[in-house]
């Protein structure tokens, strides 16, 4: 079966710019979408099709995707993106999430 | 912008069945197909199926033996049956929508199905 592959947990400092990889076999030939969750709450779409940016999405969160490996970024980051993100792809009919980042803002 | 709310038991002994509803409100039934998502406590997001409003669905393939999912669209309604439960069935599960794009746009808040004796 497909696997995605996320780093458990990346940390930034406020102002910085935070990045957190996802690879899958040929990635890069597939849609790649980010969710971020907070404690508590739902997921949240931030990057569909690879880059692009639902209504709502602050303009600091960026996606790119190629060969294995597609990338959230997040520029100029902020507390509140102190948050678990989870990277998705499509592969066969069947939706597949990447284990999860923990991004700490520190 | 589309609403979603699940209802349904949240406590399921070992080896019964587990149903879940998701109700739908503010925007037409016809512009989404729909998911179920689940989250165990501490862990990661875990995709269960997805439902077109025709009624042909898709399942994951870990699941595909347990799984029935179904639409109402009179009712603005999508169910989730999942049988022969065990403990790690336990979890959080989410009713999704999906866009045409392949990605999970709107999630409803999530409910507890809690698997115990």
């Known amino acids: 079966s497909y696997e995605l592959t996320q780093p458990p947990s990346v940390s930034v400092s406020p102002g910085q710019t935070a990045s957190i990889t996802c690879s899958g076999d040929n990635l890069g030939g597939k849609y790649a979408c980010w969710y971020q969750q907070k404690p508590g709450q739902s997921p949240v779409l931030v990057i569909y099709?690879?880059?692009k940016r639902p209504s709502g999405i602050p303009e600091r969160f960026s996606g790119s995707n190629s060969g294995n490996t597609a990338t959230l970024t997040i520029s100029g980051t902020q507390a509140m993106d102190d948050a678990d993100y989870y990277c998705?792809?499509?592969?066969?009919?069947?939706?597949?999430f990447g284990g999860g980042t923990k991004l700490t803002v520190l | 912008q589309v609403q979603l709310q699940e209802s349904g038991p949240g406590l399921v002994k070992p080896s019964e069945t587990l149903s879940l509803t998701c109700t739908v409100s503010g925007d037409s039934m016809g512009n989404y197909y729909w998911s179920w998502i689940r989250q165990p406590a501490g862990k990661g997001l875990e995709w269960i199926g997805r439902i077109y409003n025709t009624g042909s669905t898709n399942y994951n393939p870990s699941l595909k033996s347990r799984v029935t999912m179904s639409v109402d669209t009179s009712k603005n309604q999508i169910s989730l049956i999942l049988s022969s439960v065990t403990a790690a069935d336990t979890a959080v599960y989410y009713c999704?929508?999906?866009?045409?794009?392949?990605?999970?746009?709107?999630w409803g808040q999530g409910i507890l199905g809690t698997v115990s004796s």
């Open positions: 999704v929508s999906l866009s045409s794009t392949g990605s999970f746009d709107y």
């Open positions: 099709q690879d880059t």
């Open positions: 998705q792809a499509w592969d066969s009919s069947t939706a597949v």
